[in-house]
């Protein structure tokens, strides 16, 4: 599995909304939090080493109603 984050800029009052529909539609969610700051949501998503990332966030996370712009950050290791 390949991890990713990916930050979420929401249109106004749709932050609520956008979140439940990740966390309820999208089943390579793990988690999603609210955030403050440039971005309103920040997710992880964990996503077979094959699937394409670009087609993933594009085709699945930007296509959710309500979000507006979209930043991926592409995780290589954990540290713990």
Do not use: H, W
């Amino acid at each position: 599995m390949q991890k990713i984050f990916v930050l979420m800029k929401c249109e106004l009052g749709q932050s609520y909304k956008v979140a439940a529909a990740l966390v309820d539609g999208l089943e390579e969610v793990s988690e999603v939090d609210s955030i403050s700051g440039q971005y309103d949501l920040l997710a992880k998503f964990y996503l077979p080493r094959d699937l394409d990332v670009g087609r993933f966030v594009t085709e699945k996370v930007q296509t959710v109603a309500g979000v507006k712009d979209t930043f991926t950050l592409v995780a290589f290791n954990a540290f713990t």
